[in-house]
């Protein structure tokens, strides 16, 4: 049974269904997934549409619908009896679900370790007693579960270095969307959620403004990841201006693409500085939510860097704009900064070694470590 809970764990899981199935040709897989899931053999048992928020005051309001999918799936669990549960990220959720599934006897596997190093980190004992194997995809979360006692952590690399390989050349994929290869090209990306877009996409927006009004050739290209996100932005461009809207391309489901031909971006703070950072493309990570969020979460984060690209360099390549620190203006003097040829090329040079970090096959190895985990439980029985 698996169970994910947001966009990104529903391509993680696709992929991990994949994997698992060239080893266990047999295997069967349920339980809460998305359509790459699906579309990979799944059989969703619920369905993680609009499942994802963020905020205080949402995730308070989602409580209600939380603790009904809690209680289908623990009765799901109960009468499919699987061989193993593997909960993939979405840590509000599956940390509580762990929790309820360990003491139905099930066998539990966590894969994408809950950033409990950035904050909150008294879940490391939830994760000790109720998860039997823990599979990070950030090399240095290993060592420091390690430190507070907690073995039963393996890297297996990050599946993000396989999956974000453009699939055409710069000329090829400008040539589609009507870019052109010769003029400078920004990609933005504002994010997936709906806080995020509310409030990125309209700072973001200003600083193309004003990268437009220093180099009017500048094209600016929001690369999104779903219809909602596609629409949400085309309406935010009705304020743009007639004159203006030539130079604005929204870019839905490739974002790869956009990155790769992109001589800079701005990107929210995510998974996706990663994708960028294995791409090679030179960024700023940005990251703004509401004034009570940011009161009540800040105190509780603990880390030197947010944009992950940062943190897996263990130093500060991309400079960050978090909260009051993210204007139009600092954003557009950062990336205009990007664009001077030898910054650029030192980034992309900086971020080659972030790529080597992370490592690769990161599915694949997923995928071996829980077919062994399940025939190992097999054997026991057996014998």
């Known amino acids: 049974m698996i169970v994910a809970g947001e966009p990104s764990g529903d391509a993680l899981g696709a992929k991990l269904v994949e994997e698992i199935r060239l080893i266990e040709p047999d295997s069967r897989f349920y339980g809460a997934g998305g359509p790459k899931m699906s579309e990979a053999g799944f059989e969703a048992d619920l369905n993680i549409d609009a499942w994802s928020v963020t905020g205080i005051i949402p995730v308070a309001l989602a409580v209600p619908n ?24 979405f840590p509000e959720f599956n940390l509580k679900l762990a929790k309820v599934l360990k003491k139905q006897g099930h066998r539990i596997v966590y894969y994408v370790s809950p950033q409990l190093w950035a904050w909150r980190k008294y879940r490391a004992k939830t994760i000790k007693t109720n998860v039997d194997l823990l599979l990070s995809i950030l090399p240095f979360e290993k060592e420091w579960y390690e430190v507070r006692g907690i073995e039963n952590v393996e890297y297996v690399g990050n599946p993000i270095v396989d999956r974000v390989e453009p699939t055409a050349s710069k000329h090829d994929f400008c040539a589609r969307f009507e870019l052109d290869t010769y003029r400078p090209i920004i990609a933005m990306l504002p994010g997936s959620r709906s806080k995020e877009l509310r409030f990125h996409v309209p700072l973001m927006i200003d600083a193309a403004k004003l990268l437009l009004s220093r180099n009017s050739d500048t094209q600016i290209v929001f690369a999104t990841a779903g219809r909602n996100q596609f629409e949400t932005i085309r309406s935010a461009f009705n304020d743009i201006g007639e004159s203006l809207r030539s130079k604005f391309f929204v870019i839905d489901g490739y974002t790869p693409g956009v990155l790769s031909v992109a001589d800079a971006a701005a990107i929210s703070s995510g998974t996706a500085t990663l994708e960028a950072g294995v791409i090679g493309t030179p960024m700023a990570i940005v990251y703004k939510m509401s004034k009570l969020d940011a009161a009540l979460l800040g105190p509780m984060v603990d880390v030197e860097h947010v944009g992950l690209t940062n943190l897996v360099a263990g130093k500060r390549i991309a400079k960050e704009f978090i909260q009051n620190e993210f204007t139009a203006a600092a954003l557009a003097e950062e990336i205009t900064r990007l664009l001077n040829p030898e910054i650029n090329r030192a980034m992309r040079d900086e971020l080659s070694q972030v790529t080597e970090r992370l490592g690769s096959n990161g599915s694949a190895r997923a995928a071996e470590l829980i077919v062994g985990l399940v025939n190992e439980d097999k054997n026991k029985i057996i014998s």
């Open 66 to 89: 939380f603790l009904s999918r809690l209680r289908q799936i623990k009765r799901l669990a109960k009468e499919r009896d699987p061989d193993l549960v593997i909960l993939i990220d």
